[in-house]
């Protein structure tokens, strides 16, 4: 049996098209308050413009996909290209770090890190009587 060129390209097509289809419903199961407010096509866009990021990023397993957008989903859909977390493309573009799960990794490492920082900060405020 022959594959031509253009049915790999279809089929890697309708997998990805499959896969953006589990993602929405992955997001809207597991973060449906961040997703909230967003139609599927409206999120099916979101999800296709990440991943184009994340393979730019050469993130190309199912595991750190899922993973990038995870982060996409938590701390804004270009998380990875704000200005107030230049940080976040420096690491996945670390080129000493060889590979992009453990550049990935490093990441969500940092946004934990400053998730807990920002919540004890809140406690921290509450406790002291100023703004929460």
């Known amino acids: 049996m022959i594959v031509r060129g253009e049915q790999l390209t279809a089929l890697g097509s309708a997998r990805e098209t499959q896969f953006t289809s589990e993602m929405v419903t992955h997001l809207r199961s597991h973060f ?8 599927d096509g409206e999120l099916r866009i979101h999800i296709e413009e990440s991943l184009t990021r994340a393979r730019g ?6 595991q750190d996909t899922i993973r990038f957008l995870n982060l996409c989903a938590s701390f804004g859909w270009h998380f990875d290209q704000e200005p107030s977390r230049p ?18 990794s490093r990441v969500s490492r940092r946004c934990l890190r400053d998730l807990k920082t920002e919540s ?10 100023g703004a929460a």
Do not use: F, Q
């Not at 990023?57 to 199912?62: E, I, M």
């Not at 004890?120 to 009587?129: E, P, S, T, Y």
């Open 32 to 39: 449906p308050r961040e997703v909230d407010g967003l139609g």
């Open 57 to 62: 990023y050469g993130l190309t397993s199912t």
């Open 87 to 104: 940080w976040v493309g420096e690491y996945l573009h670390d080129a000493e770090i060889a590979l992009p799960s453990e550049r990935l």
């Open 120 to 129: 004890n900060n809140r406690k921290a405020r509450a406790a002291l009587g």
